[in-house]
C-alpha cells in the first residue's frame, strides 16, 4: 500500500516564477491537507480539502497561493510570483473520510527560491 | 487559537538513558492528541496517539505517552533509547470538533540526539 505520495521532493525557483507543488493521496483517502514549514518552526496548517472541495482554507496566504483536489489526479498546491520567504518544507497529508482519522504525512517537497 | 508548546528544542542523550519530552497545549475542549516522528532524510510517521478512553497510550518502538487533562499536557516517554531514536519529534493536536475539524496543530518539534 503506496503512502502519500508528494513531487517534487526539491524545487528551486527564481522569485518572480510559479511553483507547482503535487500531492497523491493514500488510497481510500479523501481528505488532504497541506502544511508548511519554515525554518526552525513547526509546522502550520494552510489548507484542508475533499475531492472538489475546499474545507477549510484559513491557513493559507491570501495572495498568490492556491490549492485545487479535482476528481481525478493529485491535489495541487500553487504558488504564484514566488518570493523568497516562501522557502520552506511544504508537507501534504491524507486521510480517510473521517475527522478522528490520522493523517498521514508525505516525504514533503522543500522549495528553495533564489 | 489553539497552541502547541514543545518546551525542549534539542535533547541530547546517552543510550539506555530515559526520555521524556513535555508538550503542552491550550485548548479546553475535546481534543485529538498525536506525537510524530522524523527521522533523518524521512517523511513525518505516526508514534502513538490519543482519542479517548485509557490517557496511558503506548506506541511503537516502545514509546508511550500521558494525557493529563488537568494539566494540558501529553508527554512522551521511553524508559530506555537507543541510537537509532535520534530524530525529531513533534507534537501536534487536533480539535475534536468546530470549525477547525481536520487541522492539526503542531510544536516547534524537539531534535533528540542519543549517542552509542
Known amino acids: 500500500n503506496a503512502g502519500v505520495m508528494q513531487n517534487p521532493r526539491h524545487l528551486v525557483r527564481r522569485r518572480g516564477q510559479e511553483a507547482r507543488l503535487r500531492c497523491s493521496p493514500m488510497?481510500?483517502?479523501?481528505?488532504v491537507y497541506w502544511y508548511r514549514q519554515l525554518p526552525e518552526e513547526g509546522l502550520k496548517f494552510m489548507v484542508y480539502?475533499?475531492?472538489?472541495?475546499?474545507?477549510?482554507e484559513s491557513g493559507m496566504p491570501k495572495e498568490r497561493f492556491s490549492a485545487e483536489f479535482p476528481k481525478e489526479g493529485p491535489s495541487i498546491l500553487r504558488i504564484q510570483q514566488v518570493v523568497r520567504g516562501d522557502s520552506a518544507a511544504y508537507f501534504c497529508a491524507s486521510s480517510p473520510p473521517s475527522f478522528q482519522e490520522t493523517q498521514y504525512f508525505g516525504p514533503g517537497t522543500r522549495l528553495l527560491v533564489l | 487559537a489553539q497552541s502547541v508548546s514543545q518546551h525542549n528544542h534539542h535533547v541530547i542523550l546517552s543510550e539506555a538513558a530515559s526520555l521524556e519530552l513535555g508538550c503542552n497545549y491550550s485548548?479546553?475542549?475535546?481534543?485529538?492528541l498525536f506525537w510524530y516522528v522524523q527521522y533523518p532524510g524521512q517523511h513525518l510517521q505516526l508514534l502513538l496517539k490519543y482519542f479517548s478512553g485509557d490517557p496511558l497510550v503506548k506506541g511503537i518502538k516502545g514509546f508511550e505517552a500521558e494525557f493529563i487533562k488537568s494539566k494540558f499536557s501529553f508527554n512522551l516517554r521511553k524508559p530506555s533509547v537507543q541510537w537509532s531514536d535520534t530524530a525529531e519529534y513533534f507534537c501536534?493536536?487536533?480539535?475534536?470538533?468546530?470549525?477547525?475539524?481536520?487541522?492539526?496543530?503542531f510544536g516547534r518539534g524537539t531534535q533528540l540526539t542519543v549517542w552509542p
Open positions: 485548548y479546553g475542549g475535546t481534543v485529538n
Open positions: 501536534a493536536v487536533n480539535a475534536g470538533r468546530g470549525s477547525t475539524l481536520g487541522r492539526l496543530y
Open positions: 488510497k481510500g483517502h479523501s481528505h
Open positions: 480539502l475533499q475531492k472538489e472541495n475546499i474545507i477549510d
